[in-house]
T-cell receptor
Framework: QQQVKQSPQSLIVQKGGISIINCAYENTAFDYFPWYQQFPGKGPALLIAIRPDVSEKKEGRFTISFNKSAKQFSLHIMDSQPGDSATYFCAASYSGAVWCAGKSTFGDGTTLTVKP | DTAVSQTPKYLVTQMGNDKSIKCEQNLGHDTMYWYKQDSKKFLKIMFSYNNKELIINETVPNRFSPKSPDKAHLNLHINSLELGDSAVYFC???????????????FGPGTRLTVL
């Protein structure tokens, strides 16, 4: 059972355009929703994260929109640049429960290509 | 200063061999993880290890065993390697806030394992 579903699998955007990646989750116990960015040959790195008590979080050109009732969240990249070309993973995790300490469930990833 | 380091970066071995991958973090984190990333870039958690408590993903074969000599190290030992074990393995760490998991994970650079 896949707990976090991510779409699209791949995305091609022109420079300056908006990139949008969507994720949906099932388990309402999740309370931390990060997005990770991975460049080829590197490990994933945290890009931006949100907790369900807010509906939106913005950091520079990156924004997470969160819809708790729909159990969906999305990453928006404004003014997309070729340097943003990477694989993006959404994730969902629990907090405060020792038995599942640190367990995060990742989406399947979206490969973003920003064309110059 | 490397926050999470792994050795080796590349590992090529024959089927049936036993191998280990080492991981060290200098962030003072309480929780460490091992992930497997397959050729389709799907990222799956294998283990998390927190304050000597091991949480295992039940889908991981028992040929895989994590070993933690101290809080800063979590090594991955693999017995009787199979072709399907070929993947990139990532180590990660995170810090627990008291009573709540902060859960930003810091990933290592990965170890590309190729089983022939």
């Amino acid at each position: 059972q896949q707990q976090v579903k991510q779409s699209p699998q791949s995305l091609i955007v022109q420079k300056g355009g908006i990139s949008i990646i969507n994720c949906a989750y099932e388990n309402t116990a999740f309370d931390y929703f990060p997005w990770y960015q991975q460049f080829p040959g590197k490990g994933p790195a945290l890009l931006i994260a949100i907790r369900p008590d807010v509906s939106e979080k913005k950091e520079g050109r990156f924004t997470i929109s969160f819809n708790k009732s729909a159990k969906q969240f999305s990453l928006h990249i404004m003014d997309s640049q070729p340097g943003d070309s990477a694989t993006y993973f959404c994730a969902a995790s629990y907090s405060g429960a020792v038995w599942c300490a640190g367990k995060s469930t990742f989406g399947d990833g979206t490969t973003l290509t920003v064309k110059p | 200063d490397t926050a999470v380091s792994q050795t080796p970066k590349y590992l090529v071995t024959q089927m049936g061999n036993d191998k280990s991958i080492k991981c060290e973090q200098n962030l003072g984190h309480d929780t460490m993880y091992w992930y497997k990333q397959d050729s389709k870039k799907f990222l799956k958690i294998m283990f998390s290890y927190n304050n000597k408590e091991l949480i295992i993903n039940e889908t991981v074969p028992n040929r895989f065993s994590p070993k933690s000599p101290d809080k800063a190290h979590l090594n991955l030992h693999i017995n009787s390697l199979e072709l399907g074990d070929s993947a990139v393995y990532f180590c990660a760490s995170s810090q627990d806030e008291e009573g709540e998991l902060y859960n930003e994970q810091f990933f290592g650079p990965g170890t590309r394992l190729t089983v022939l």
